[in-house]
């Protein structure tokens, strides 16, 4: 049984899109992808700098078409048995999914970045990632200094969000058997922080026209397996304001019996965290096009005969 999963913000690096625009097809289709969004992604996945494609508004449209020029390479015959992705990923997963087409996997995901943008602007916040040390212990402190743990990553990775300075006292109090690291974001995302961002977020998503998907899309909310492409966008919307619980997303792919992971560009960090949380499941980061053919054989050896392929 075979997953694809899409990552989230922070996978970026600059010039990752270089070896995929020498593909003629993806060039065109990162293209169309801009014109869509009026934004050029081929100048931000190739020329610019750490800063420009770590704001919010440029990061998120950059790692959705990222990940549809994967899934593209990869061929119309490539067929998976469920999705899912990690905050902005999961609208590359309904994508993938054939909830949304790519046009408007792409517009809604440019509304999305503007507004998380703007609600980060309007407060004081940040994220940091609590490396280790003992779960309970680490949430409880969280919790005590009024932070929110806004991505349970499993594999020991937790990530506090909240109010810079109380950031800042989570640092100096974290137990000996853990460590902080200040993420490079702009604001409090997946926290009550982003709430003015959900109501023009579910406006716009109205104007969209959801299908049922053609395979499984694993939820961030609770990990629970969702179908009906109502359901799937209603959570999408909410959940830029909830906790990212990809803990229990692999979980339920555990649960499912997936045998195989392959990861979406730009491709990497949700690998490292399924070899720590699902050993004995193969992964593939699908970072470049020298990954395809490995990439195909592992669809080859682990869809399962009632794989969907991708639309």
Not at 47 to 69: C, H, K
Not at 258 to 284: F, H, Q, W, Y
């Amino acid at each position: 049984m075979l997953a694809i999963v899409a990552p989230g913000q922070g996978s970026q690096t600059p010039g990752f899109l270089n070896p995929w625009l020498e593909i003629s097809e993806l060039k065109d289709s990162l293209a169309t992808y801009s014109d869509a969004i009026g934004l050029n992604l081929a100048i931000l996945g190739t020329e610019s700098g750490p800063d420009e494609i770590r704001d919010t508004a440029n990061a998120q449209p950059l790692i959705v078409s990222a990940g549809l020029l994967g899934l593209q390479a990869l061929g119309p015959d490539a067929s998976f048995d469920v999705t899912t992705g990690h905050s902005v990923g999961e609208l590359t997963a309904a994508a993938v999914a054939g909830v949304i087409s790519n046009l408007d996997a792409m517009k809604l995901v440019r509304e999305r970045g503007l507004a998380m943008a703007v609600a980060a602007a309007h407060s004081t916040t940040g994220m940091s990632a609590v490396l280790g040390g003992d779960r309970d212990q680490i949430l409880a402190l969280i919790a005590h200094l009024g932070l929110v743990a806004a991505n349970d990553n499993g594999a020991g990775q937790i990530v506090a969000a909240g109010d810079l300075l109380a950031l800042g006292t989570l640092a100096d109090s974290i137990p000996s058997n853990a460590r902080v690291r200040a993420l490079a974001v702009s604001g409090a995302f997946h926290t009550h922080f982003m709430a003015p961002a959900v109501g023009h977020l579910k406006e716009f998503a109205a104007r969209l026209h959801p299908h049922d998907s053609t395979l499984p899309i694993l939820s961030n909310k609770d990990g629970a397996s969702i179908t009906s492409g109502t359901q799937v966008m209603d959570r999408i919307v909410s959940q830029i304001a909830n906790p990212v619980r990809w803990n229990l997303c692999m979980a339920t792919m555990l649960e499912m019996g997936v045998t195989a992971v392959l990861e979406l560009p730009p491709a990497g960090t949700l690998v490292g965290l399924i070899k720590r949380s699902m050993p004995g499941v193969e992964t593939l980061a699908l970072k470049t096009p020298d990954d395809l053919d490995a990439a195909k054989d592992l669809i080859a050896r682990h869809a399962g005969p009632t794989a969907k392929a991708a639309s």
